[in-house]
């Protein structure tokens, strides 16, 4: 069974900062993805990440994998009130049949 | 735009009386997804089609069916809802032969039961 541990579950900030959500494994994934979540609504997917050592940039969002592909992490810089939501990391698994693995995810709340 | 559709978003229904969730994709994807989510956790996954072909999860209650009738519609039929069903319910596409695995989901059905 693949465990993906997302941190942290809980993030409230003052807009303007900077935070980074992780998640980390010990099996190997073949992509990953990030999404976004708001109240009432679907995840919104982000990016996706397949080669390892990759780093995506969407506008002041990074997200990089990890070398191994066990673990990436999300990066916002100067943070704003409309990146408020619930951050979803899922892993897609060969082994798992193409399932994805999602971590707990991180429930972000940006203050004005 | 390529998209995936849920209807109703907002669905109320009574303790034990029968209701049916839409999904549809316009993506031309091969395999559809149902979730259900409930508040501030993970989607957990309660089946899956690849084409034709119905994958069941090992905890998923015998109280959740489904259909996919043709590649762009896919139902979720819960039989006899109780009140640990109240949630969100999502669906999602993905192409099982792409490189990425990348899933998309829709906006969700939020599924009440008084």
């Known amino acids: 069974t693949q465990l993906l541990e997302q941190s942290p579950q809980f993030l409230s900030i003052q807009e303007g900062e900077n935070l980074t959500v992780y998640c980390n494994s010990s099996?190997?994934?073949?992509?990953l993805q990030w999404y976004r979540q708001e109240p009432g609504e679907g995840p919104v997917l982000l990016v996706t990440v397949v080669t390892g050592g990759e780093v995506k940039k969407l506008k002041r969002l990074t997200f990089q994998f990890g070398d191994a592909r066990k673990d990436s992490s999300l990066h916002i810089t100067a943070a704003q009130p409309g990146d408020t939501g619930l951050y979803l990391c899922a892993g897609a698994g060969r082994n798992a049949g193409n399932m994805l693995t999602f971590g707990g995810g991180t429930r972000l709340m940006v203050k004005p | 735009d390529a998209m995936v559709i849920q209807n109703p978003r907002y669905q109320v229904t009574q303790f034990g009386k029968p209701v049916t969730l839409s999904c549809s994709q316009t993506l031309n994807h091969n395999v559809m997804y149902w979730y259900q989510q409930k508040s501030s956790q993970a989607p957990k996954l309660l089946f899956h089609y690849y084409d034709k072909d119905f994958n069941n999860e090992a905890d998923t209650p015998d109280n959740f069916q489904s259909r996919r009738p043709n590649t762009s519609f896919c139902f979720l039929d819960i039989r006899s809802p109780g009140l640990g069903d109240a949630a969100m319910y999502l669906c999602?596409?993905?192409?099982?032969?792409?490189?990425?695995?990348?899933?998309?989901f829709g906006p969700g059905t939020r599924l009440t039961v008084l």
């Open positions: 099996s190997v994934f073949s992509s």
């Open positions: 999602a596409t993905s192409r099982r032969d792409s490189y990425t695995d990348t899933q998309y």
